[in-house]
C-alpha cells in the first residue's frame, strides 16, 4: 500500500487533504442520528469530506464570505445525508456539487438523479472524490470534476439512478474549474420543474417510507415522486423524523 507522500507524487494533479483522527471522532460524534448504520455511514462520509473541502475552500479564500459558513445547517444536510449521498457548495452564482467515494477503483464517476434532475439540487460542477478511511493515513482525493452538462451526457442508469462518466472523460486539475468559474461561468442548469402532489397523496408516501424495514428509500417509489418529497425541505424532514421515531421505538 502507497504512502499518501507516494500517492501525491505519482498523482500530482489531484487535490489530496489528509484527514486526522480528530476530525474523524467529530463527524462519529455527529453522524449517529440516522435510522440505520448504511444511512449513519453515508452521513460519517459525507460530513468528513464535506468539512475537509469547506476548510479548504475557506483557507484557499474561495468562500468569499462567512457568510456560507455562517448560514451551514447541518441538521438540513444530514437530513440529505439519511437518503443520499453527496452535498453541495455554493460559491456566489456556482453551485459545486461534492459526490465522495470509499471505492478503491475510480474507473468511472457516479451521480445519483437527485443531483441532476431536481431542479433546486443541481450544480454547475461536479467533484469526484475519493475517501480513504480505513487504513493508518485517512486522506480523500479530488480526483477529477465535470459540468452539468457533460454528467448529462453520461450513462444513465435508471435501476440504480445514476449518471456515470468514465474516468477519461473528467477533467482532473481542479485548477481548471478555479480559472473556468472566473473566465467563462458554466451557465446554470436548466432543469425541468417537478409536478406537485396533493396533500393526501404525499401523507402517503410519508407513511410508506417511513416504514423502518426500507432501506434504499430512493428506490422504492417512482423518481419523479422521491425528487417531489425530497426537493421539500419540509416533507424530507418529516420523512427524517418519522424513520427516526421508527428506530427509536425498535431499540
Known amino acids: 500500500m502507497q504512502t499518501l507522500k507516494e500517492l501525491i507524487y505519482h498523482f500530482p494533479k489531484h487535490l489530496w487533504l489528509e484527514i486526522s483522527r480528530q476530525e474523524q471522532e467529530l463527524a462519529e ?79 468511472d464517476f457516479s451521480v445519483p438523479f437527485e443531483w441532476v434532475d431536481i431542479a433546486s439540487w443541481a450544480g454547475n460542477y461536479y467533484l469526484a472524490v475519493q475517501m480513504n478511511l480505513e487504513q493508518d493515513e485517512s486522506w480523500l482525493r479530488v480526483w477529477g470534476f465535470t459540468t452539468y452538462r457533460n454528467i448529462k451526457k453520461g450513462k444513465k442508469d435508471n435501476i440504480r439512478r445514476t449518471y456515470s462518466l468514465e474516468r477519461k472523460d473528467l477533467i482532473e486539475n481542479l485548477n481548471v474549474m478555479w480559472v473556468g468559474m472566473e473566465l467563462c461561468p458554466e451557465e446554470k442548469p436548466f432543469v425541468a420543474s417537478l409536478p406537485t402532489l396533493p396533500p393526501y397523496q404525499v401523507e402517503i408516501l410519508l407513511q410508506k417510507l417511513g416504514k423502518l424495514t426500507l432501506h434504499s428509500l430512493r428506490l422504492e417509489v417512482s423518481f419523479e415522486q422521491w425528487a417531489i418529497l425530497l426537493a421539500q425541505e419540509r416533507w424530507r424532514q418529516q420523512l427524517y423524523q418519522l424513520r427516526l421515531k421508527g428506530k427509536k421505538e425498535c431499540q
Open 29 to 107: 460524534k455527529h453522524c449517529q442520528n440516522n435510522s440505520n448504520n448504511v444511512a449513519c455511514r453515508n452521513a460519517y462520509v459525507n460530513y468528513l469530506c464535506f468539512n475537509k473541502i469547506i476548510s479548504y475552500l475557506d483557507e484557499e479564500n474561495k468562500l468569499n464570505s462567512d457568510s456560507f459558513l455562517e448560514q451551514l445547517n447541518y441538521q438540513s444536510i444530514l437530513s440529505i445525508w439519511e437518503f443520499v449521498n453527496g452535498s453541495v457548495v455554493e460559491l456566489k452564482q456556482t453551485r459545486i456539487i461534492i459526490i465522495p467515494s470509499e471505492s478503491t477503483e475510480i474507473d
